[in-house]
């Protein structure tokens, strides 16, 4: 690749409706500026027709034909085209709208605070199957939406925009959760499916909902490794299988008091803090799986 497409690879990209003709900026920059990917939602009516599973489908093939077509080499029956696919990718996590982008034609999914409720993982891991399985079979294969925040400040008041999309408040409990439905995910997809779990470092005591400003959480070190990166660690380097490992973590953009010594220093956000976040990711359970290929994405 040339260093342009090189640069292109890091991007994941959105855009508005459903046209992906030659003229479309979405082409443009799948073709001419070689994104690395795409992200769909029902906010950018990427979703619109009555059949939204259809229309994905059909979307997503005309994203892939786009990006094929690039290559600039003819495909034959013999010789296929040679490209890199893009990534397209979706955050839908369960429980119906707001968040879900596609409404119909999939399996009803519960939230993830509804199967965390059960403590079965079984459960968890049958519900991570059919999704995978189903949003795999529409020719998705980015998931953005496995949460292993440890919500524990159930205040509506600060947790507002997580509700009901964890799996609970006990870091153990999260951690077991978040491994079968990562497992689920991952065979439901027939490993063709990159999930990238969600908010590291962790969000779930977090002061205030992001939603309203940059909300801080108040964590030692110690507390963080305990609590709030316990789920992390489990689906990173103490991972117990690669169907439980996560591809890759989004991290948050929320600032973190206490962890590097000093109780009253905050970071920057972190996924803007350069430094702070380099600290968290040379912890152990995290370090090897970085180095093994181990994704980070940020929103």
Do not use: C
């Not at 690749?1 to 990209?13: A, C, N, S, Y």
């Not at 786009?66 to 029956?77: D, L, Q, R, V």
């Amino acid at each position: 690749m040339t260093p342009q497409e090189k640069v292109g690879q890091l991007f994941l990209v959105s855009f508005t409706g459903s046209d992906v003709s030659p003229l479309s900026p979405i082409f443009d920059l799948i073709v001419n500026q070689h994104v690395g990917g795409v992200v769909l939602s029902a906010a950018n009516d990427n979703f619109v027709a009555d059949n939204t599973a259809q229309q994905a489908n059909s979307l997503i093939t005309a994203l892939q034909q786009a990006e094929a077509s690039s290559s600039g080499i003819p495909a034959t029956p013999t010789a296929p085209h040679e490209y890199i696919p893009l990534f397209i990718g979706v955050s839908q996590e369960g429980g119906g709208p707001p968040n879900d982008q596609i409404l119909n034609g999939l399996t009803p999914i519960p939230s993830q605070m509804a199967i965390g409720a059960t403590w079965d993982r079984g459960l968890a891991e049958q519900a991570g199957n059919v999704m995978g399985r189903e949003l795999s079979a529409l020719g998705f294969n980015l998931y953005l939406g496995l949460s292993l925040d440890v919500l524990t400040l159930p205040d509506p008041a600060v947790s507002l925009d997580m509700t009901t999309r964890v799996f609970g408040g006990d870091p153990y409990w999260v951690s077991e959760m978040g491994r079968a439905y990562l497992a689920g995910l991952h065979n439901g997809a027939n490993g063709r499916m990159a999930v990238i779990a969600k908010h590291f470092p962790g969000r779930g005591g977090s002061d205030r909902p992001a939603t309203q400003e940059i909300p801080t959480v108040r964590r030692s070190l110690d507390e963080l490794k305990s609590i709030e990166l316990a789920p992390f660690f489990a689906v990173t380097g103490n991972a117990t299988s690669p169907e439980m490992t996560t591809d890759g973590l989004l991290v948050s953009h929320i600032r973190y008091q206490g962890f590097q010594g000093n109780i009253r220093a905050t970071t920057r956000p972190i996924s803007f803090d350069q430094q702070a976040l380099s600290q968290v990711m040379a912890l152990p359970p995290l370090a090897g799986w970085r180095q093994n290929g181990g994704l980070v994405v940020s929103d």
